[in-house]
């Protein structure tokens, strides 16, 4: 939910192809994941999560085309989603006052995954992204984003 007002972004999962994740940020969290082993749980639960998720809207949808998940929202947050054309999965989750955020998941993929992650030389594909650029400028980047909030929730 939202504090005074405020839209939160908590948190942003890129995962591979094959569902391993590549880069994981939090900013607004309530309750933080305490050690390695239970966030690599929360990874695969998360990729697990998004793939049966996708499979049910294809089995369910009415149309010969599939349909795609955009977002889902539960009482206490909303995961926005895009998957891009080579399987890169983005997912972030937000309060529920956050409107889609389909167009900056992909300004997030063209414009800065594209640019410090797969024109990296050093980045090996498919891999936990390393790039320091990378995490700067997205961090400042969600920072300025609306859906921003200043404040954190516990504050």
Known sequence: ??????RMIYALYIFNRTGSCIHFSEWHRTRPVPN????DQEFKLMAGFLYSLKQFITTLSTKKENDSLICYK???????????A??????????????????ELQKLYSAFF?????????????????????????DKWIKKLPAYATQPPYS
């Not at 939910?1 to 405020?6: A, D, E, L, P």
């Open 86 to 103: 080579t399987g890169q999965r983005l997912a972030i989750t937000t309060d529920l006052t956050v409107p889609d955020m389909r167009d």
């Open 1 to 6: 939910s939202t504090v005074g007002g405020c």
């Open 114 to 138: 594209v640019e410090y992650v797969i024109k990296d030389p050093l980045y090996t594909p498919n891999t936990v992204i390393s790039n320091p650029l990378f995490k700067e400028n997205l």
């Open 36 to 39: 390695a082993e239970q966030r």
């Open 74 to 84: 539960t009482n206490k947050y909303k995961l926005h989603y895009y998957e891009t």
